[in-house]
């Protein structure tokens, strides 16, 4: 089992779909990543929070085996918060309201042992604060990153530098056609691998997700579930499901990367159920397997 870093948010999300809402719930990119990640592997998350944040979020993250050593508090700040809506098309987020706050001024500092660690995801946030982290680690062996619209548009030069030196990127459908300013997702696929990564792993929502690597493709669909509540966090814990199974193995072989593709699908299926992390927490380990059975019978056909 190998040790996994990851640089995100950690948030208060106000989130509203067709079938709810819920205000200032426990949200952010590296908390659904760390959550998730935290079935395969030990997992180490940087990150800052404001000191409204509440006590019991980072206990639930600690109750998993997350280690929240480089979580900064930060005195007099508050904590980032994000406010977003779906209408019935649950596959797009309207963003109503980004709030950086603390981490508007934030310095990731890791930990000698972390530095050292072999996996490292860059989930979503400044791709300054990923360049930072990026920097720190020593020689890590597969660095996957995720971005989203807010940072393609805001920040494009600093994100084309950090994906120059990541291995796997993971973005959504609209993300990469916008990266690549082409609305064919093939090309799109393509040029996002002429700027640095040798993998792209583009998320489509109930369309299930296509992995472009090596010049291959490989498609995972999503899990057929009859009631989505809240997508919010679906493709943070895809990518916790995706990194903390390769980390577990300790593997990034071909196969070992089609086999991490299904993990995230399947960890991103319970997510979805309800809002925040309310699913991930009733979630029990045999149920990750039960679903990943069924996804081999899904996807299996003879010749
Ligand atoms: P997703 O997996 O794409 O649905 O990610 C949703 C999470 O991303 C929410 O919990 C938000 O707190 C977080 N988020 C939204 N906007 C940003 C942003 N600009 N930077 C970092 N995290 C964000």
């Known amino acids: 089992m190998a040790e996994l870093v990851v640089v995100g948010s950690v948030a208060l999300d106000s989130v509203k779909t067709p079938f709810g809402q819920v205000a200032e719930a426990l949200g952010g990119s590296a908390t659904y990543f760390s959550y998730a990640a935290s079935f395969f592997t030990r997992v180490h998350v940087v990150a800052a ?6 006590k019991e979020h980072l206990a639930l993250l600690e109750g998993r085996g997350v280690d929240i050593g480089a979580v900064q508090v930060k005195d007099g700040k508050k904590t980032f918060r994000w406010t977003g809506e779906y209408g019935f098309d649950l596959n797009e987020a309207r963003t109503l309201d980004t709030q950086l706050n603390v981490f508007a001024e934030f310095t990731p500092v890791l930990s000698p042992a972390m530095c050292k660690a072999p996996f490292l995801f860059l989930a979503n946030i400044d791709p300054e604060l990923q360049l930072d982290v990026l920097r720190q680690m020593t020689q890590p062996r597969l660095v996957a990153l995720d971005t989203m619209n807010f940072w393609i548009e805001g920040k494009r030069e600093a994100l084309c530098r950090v994906l120059a030196r990541v291995d796997v990127l993971l973005i959504n459908d609209a993300e990469a056609r916008m990266l690549a300013r082409e609305p064919n997702l093939i090309k799109a696929a393509r040029a996002i691998l002429d700027l640095g990564p040798r993998v792209v792993v583009i ?10 690597a090596d010049g291959r493709f490989f498609f995972a669909p999503a899990y057929p579930l009859e009631s989505v509540f809240d997508p ?13 199974y390769l980390a577990q193995r300790g593997l990034t072989d071909a196969t070992s990367l089609r086999r991490a593709m299904v993990h995230g699908a399947v960890m991103a299926s319970f ?7 309310e699913r991930l927490k009733r979630l029990d380990p045999a149920e990750i397997k039960r679903r990943y059975e069924v996804f081999q019978e899904m996807v299996h056909f003879d010749r």
Request: without cysteine.
């Open 203 to 212: 998320k489509r929502g109930e369309y299930g997700a296509l992995m472009v």
């Open 271 to 277: 997510t979805v159920e309800d809002f925040s992390l």
């Open 232 to 244: 919010t966090g679906a493709g943070d814990t895809f990518a916790g499901g995706f990194m903390g």
């Open 49 to 54: 929070v404001g000191q409204d944040f509440p």
